[in-house]
């Protein structure tokens, strides 16, 4: 499979490297700019070491409608012209670049570190730090707003609850929040760095807890790139195996988010009763693979744990009991007054900001964006079996509460059908060695939105280079610009609205 | 009229008001009271969860090393015809019970984990479980605590995983309350700490820091793979193997993540409040 001299690929298609077109960088520019602006989006942008100090930058475009993607590269020095102010969806991307590879976008209205760390190329850094100087997170040049009784609210990375570390900064007069710049970082790992030479021992645990709650979602995007590049195909039984734990991960995290949101408008009914659906989903996962999170299920090639018929009743009747008690649970939160007035005009984000900003998932279209991975780029069942898209038009937390309601449902019934349409079969192929230089993109819906995996392996078969992107990463402004003109106290509901992954943004 | 007005529309709302708290009963009544058990009960668990390793080393071929090639953390070793599984490091993920060709190494059922010190989570020669198992506090640390323990969560660079299952702990499915364990929003308010994650280099100074604001005498309770020895991430120079390196470790909570029950059988063994056998 080649790309062509228009670059075109599609989710799971391996392609030869060398034959991703490899543009000037005017062309380059051109190329993400025009599609940006014809209804087409930026799906990754990341460099590559390209050998004397020389960085590959490459970009995976979309086109939802068509559900294709283009990938092409071009190669910069130490500055060049950013994307950002005619893209604002190249934002956070670029940021990511300038401090991985110490290039500078020059122009760029918001250049500041995101995970606070030193250069991967040693003698350049995008803010002129010395190599020797420890780098801390969270210092920064926050944008400040002044005036008389303006006043600065902190908050992190410790926070108040059991929850990962990051770092708010309000400008706020009064109540009323003017601006809130998010600093993250806390989370970093250095997992794409330990991902390069793989795939080896670690590589899977890496997947698996790349953002922990999200296992399924990534191990998945891993796999289905591994078995492109081994050219393995997978059981159909593995197949819908694999996506019914996809969407028990979904339930799971969109019941305890609707319990998280009732509690933080102070609705305990429901808050309680969710927090124990959550794990009733969960548990049914555990049921599977004997991990309340999926650890350990899915591998390349395949899954690892069957279900033979007793688990698969056993597995239908406990999922119409949780279907049962949350339709109890969450039909409270439609109709309690106190709710949907918190909820109601809380943290909007219009359409034309979140497609301005590139959003994906739940945000996305609980704004009124039609991007959902299984529908537009469909992979393993999802080219058979279709869920309806869930979509809302307000953007505020409503919308989002609202949009999670109707994913619990569509998934329900989703894994109710597919249970019944469990074809005989192995559970799993053998996944031989990759490919040399090859490339491949691949993408999950996860339960907060696409997930995208972009493999390239080097002569040996190995991973030259493995880009991540958690829908986090795309989102995380969306919930800056969410808070803007709200008050300060709907901030962890606007903020729960969201639930973004820090460590997925971290890596 | 305007009496009448008014009435009316207090009527309304307050019917309003008592049809939602109705509907909050009715469904109150259909939830039911979910309260596990444990642990006056034994705790149930999915029948595929892979609790304490077992190893049989009578089993092993002489030479084999399949278990400790395989093992993505390294918690496997084979010392002189001794394996040894260190607890610490361990993911419990599939992979050592999958790939031994005798069936030496077994994941079993037994949900409790915890330790209090870190070389009781080596497991190897065959010691009591007693022994191995989490020790209470000594008399002076039980007698603050045992009633009332409140912790502070510290996520020092982790997934997430251990998080969640520790917030799991205060729904209604665990009631963490009713054991007078609490976690508070400071760590001025706390007796002790609970970590997860590796410690990244960017939550040293944040974990010291929250660490040094908590009043003496305090604890430090280390929850998952990566707090006690960072996990998949060990040996990444983004971290610090753990939370130990940091702070002084009191409670040693294995797991990947570990599952709700062994952290709640860790915290009450740490109580006084389970008996060790």
């Not at chain 2, 070793?77 to 040894?84: H, I, R, S």
């Not at chain 2, 031994?100 to 870190?118: D, K, N, Q, W």
């Amino acid at each position: 499979m080649n790309t062509g001299a228009t670059g075109f690929i599609r989710n799971g298609d391996a392609v030869v490297r060398a034959e991703i077109p490899r543009l000037g960088l005017d062309d380059f520019r051109e190329q993400v700019l025009q599609t940006c602006e014809n209804g087409g989006r930026l799906m990754a942008l990341f460099g590559q070491p390209g050998g004397a100090d020389r960085v590959r930058l490459c970009v995976v475009l979309a086109n939802d409608a068509e559900g294709q993607l283009t990938l092409c590269s071009t190669d910069v020095g130490d500055h060049y012209p950013a994307l950002t102010p005619a893209c604002p969806q190249a934002h956070w991307f670029e940021r990511e670049i300038a401090e991985q590879w110490g290039i500078c976008p020059e122009g760029h209205p918001w250049l500041k570190p995101i995970r606070f760390h030193h250069s991967y190329l040693p003698r350049r850094d995008a803010w002129q730090r010395s190599p020797e100087t420890p780098i801390q997170p969270g210092v920064a040049n926050f944008f400040m707003m002044e005036g008389r009784e303006v006043h600065e609210v902190a908050v992190g990375p410790v926070h108040a609850g059991i929850i990962e570390p990051g770092h708010f900064r309000f400008q706020c007069h009064g109540e009323k929040v003017h601006h809130l710049e998010i600093s993250l970082g806390y989370q970093h790992r250095g997992v794409e760095r330990a991902l390069v030479g793989g795939p080896g021992k670690r590589t899977i645990p890496y997947m698996e807890t790349l953002a922990g709650d999200t296992t399924i979602g990534h191990v998945l995007a891993h796999c289905e790139a591994v078995e492109a590049l081994a050219g393995c195909r997978v059981p159909a039984r593995a197949q819908i195996l694999r996506a019914m734990a996809l969407e028990l991960e979904r339930l799971a995290n969109h019941t305890g988010d609707l319990g998280a949101l009732a509690g933080d408008v102070g609705y305990l009914p429901t808050a309680s009763f969710c927090g124990r659906i959550r794990g009733d989903f969960l548990n049914l996962t555990a049921l599977i693979c004997g991990s309340r999170f999926g650890r350990g299920l899915v591998r390349p090639g395949g899954v690892l744990f069957d279900l033979e018929e007793a688990r698969q009743t056993q597995l239908a009747e406990r999922l119409a009991q949780a279907r049962r008690d949350v339709t109890n649970a969450v039909n409270l939160l439609w109709d309690a007054p106190s709710v949907r007035s918190r909820f109601e005009n809380a943290g909007p984000i219009l359409r034309g900001t979140a497609r301005e900003l590139g959003l994906v998932g739940v945000a996305a279209r609980a704004s009124g964006l039609e991007r959902d991975v299984r529908a537009q780029f469909p992979s393993g069942i999802y080219r058979f079996a279709q869920i309806p898209m869930s979509l809302y038009h307000t953007g505020t937390v409503f919308a989002r509460a609202h949009v999670r309601w109707m994913e619990i449902q569509r998934s329900l019934a989703f894994v109710f059908d597919q249970l019944k349409a469990l074809p005989e079969g192995p559970v799993r192929a053998e996944a031989g060695p990759l490919a040399p230089n090859r490339a491949v993109v691949t993408l999950t819906e996860g339960w907060r939105g696409e997930i995208c995996h972009v493999v390239l392996t080097d002569e040996a078969g190995k991973f030259a280079h493995y880009k991540v992107v958690d829908p986090s990463f795309h989102n995380w402004m969306g919930l800056a610009l969410a808070l803007r003109d709200q008050q300060i106290s709907d901030f962890p509901l606007g903020n729960k609205s969201f639930n973004l992954s820090y460590c997925g943004h971290d890596l | 009229m305007r009496n009448l007005a008014s009435l009316r529309n207090w009527s309304i709302v307050n019917l309003e008001c008592a049809d939602t708290m109705l509907k909050a009963l009715l469904a109150r009544a259909h939830q039911k009271h979910r309260t596990v058990g444990f642990p006056k009960q034994p705790p149930v668990l999915p029948d595929r969860w892979r609790g304490r390793p077992q190893l049989d080393a009578a089993k092993c071929p002489d030479g084999c090393r399949v278990c400790a090639d395989i093992c993505p953390t390294d918690a496997l070793a084979v010392k002189g015809g001794q394996v040894e599984l260190d607890l610490g490091r361990c993911l419990f993920c599939p992979e050592c019970e999958r790939a031994c060709p005798e069936g030496a190494i077994r994941f079993t059922a037994e949900h409790r984990l915890a330790a209090s010190s870190r070389e009781a989570l080596v497991l190897g020669e065959a010691r009591p479980l007693s022994e191995q198992l989490a020790k209470a506090l000594e008399r002076r640390a039980r007698k603050l605590f045992g009633r009332s323990l409140k912790l502070r969560q510290v996520s020092a660079g982790g997934c997430n995983g251990c998080e969640a299952d520790v917030n799991v702990l205060n729904t209604v499915v665990f009631d963490l309350g009713r054991f007078g364990i609490q976690f508070v929003a400071s760590p001025r308010h706390a007796d002790g700490l609970l970590i997860t994650g590796p410690v990244t280099g960017n939550m040293e100074s944040a974990l010291c820091r929250t660490y040094q604001a908590v009043p003496s005498p305090k604890l430090v309770i280390a929850v998952g793979a990566c707090a006690i020895s960072g996990g998949p991430y060990a040996g990444h120079a983004e971290q610090r193997n753990g939370a130990e390196s940091v702070v002084p470790v009191d409670l040693y909570i294995p797991g990947c993540p570990p599952h709700p029950i062994t952290i709640l059988d860790g915290l009450l063994r740490l109580l006084g409040r389970l008996d060790s056998a």
